[in-house]
């Protein structure tokens, strides 16, 4: 009898259990994810090779269910996150994820132009306008900006891709007015706007859009950029290394593995990203023995600041770089970095 019941009860537990699995919650799960090195991913007509390696870094992101928010709660550097920090109010996953994928074939192209520039080789490309491509609900975009619209200038100034425009907000603070004027249809409309800091990232303003940059790249050599499945804009930097380094005979790894972070523009000017801590995680598991970390101007709270109190807790032997400009990060490989 007692073991009938101890069947049954066992049983319970274990229908309650697939029951709860498939139970979703409001929240999101990020943790350390994975190392993904460039060279097989990115080829350079007739390149040049290199002896180490060039790597960005991911997060991993997904939904919650009650038995993975409690092992998140309970492991280090994993983020118990709210969905609205990910997705637009009435986002799908699929629109989720498509706009992440545009935002990195925007960073590619952005990498693309910063290195070929960067290594004096032709590069060119016609610029169609910068685009909303969603708008954050209760920041001070929202009812005022619409999908589609074309950023045609803020404050006076033209920006020749989103990166260049978000850099530009970036530096402004909360409460901070701008002035906006996008095109509609056919008609220019200007608007003005205070700026608010984002409730995810309290240390950060913003009208709360996500843009894009419509362009066509052409380069000489070519360059294939097969990436898939990954989206967002933080591996523009090390694209951008990996880019140039195929350009140029000296091979900047020196046969060392090297991971980083950043978004880039066209100018080759790193930007900050999420998910520091986690990818410093990462970067060390993978064996990477220097990482880039966006410095952000060497402001308090910056994301190098976060990567080099990461690299303290976890005892890694991993050098920390920072770096505001894709130079910074050449010029650290060729100054500092001896040959393996």
Known sequence: MQKRRFVRIALLIAIIGIVLSFVRLPVYITEPGEATELNPLIKVTDGYKEKGSFSLMTVKVGPANPFTYIWAKL???????????????????????????????????????????????????????????????????????????????????????????????????????????????????????????????????????????????????????????????????????????QLTKVDETKGHHIAGTGTIDEKGRVGPIGGISQKIVAADKAGADVFFAPNEGGKKGSNYEEAVKTAKDIKTNMKIVPVDHMDDAINYLEKKVKQS
């Open 75 to 245: 492991r280090p550097y994993h983020e118990v996150l709210p969905e609205e920090n990910f997705k637009q109010e009435g986002e799908t996953d699929e629109e989720y994820m498509k706009r992440q994928l545009q935002m990195m074939r925007d960073s590619q192209e952005n990498a693309m132009i910063a290195a070929y520039k960067r290594a004096g080789k032709k590069v060119s490309y016609t610029f169609n306008g910068v685009y909303v491509m969603s708008v954050v609900p209760g920041m001070p975009a929202e009812g005022k900006l619409k999908v589609g619209d074309k950023v045609k200038k803020v404050d006076g100034k033209t920006f020749q891709s989103a990166e260049s425009l978000v850099r530009y907000i970036e530096t402004k603070q909360a409460d901070d007015m701008v002035k906006v004027v996008v095109e509609r249809g056919k008609k220019e409309q200007t608007i003005t706007m205070k700026l608010k800091t984002f409730k995810e990232e309290p240390n950060r303003a913003g009208l709360g859009i996500s843009l894009i940059t419509d362009r066509n790249v052409k380069v000489k050599p070519t360059v294939k950029v097969n990436i898939e499945d990954i989206g967002g804009p933080s591996a523009g930097l090390m694209m951008s290394m990996e880019i140039y380094n």
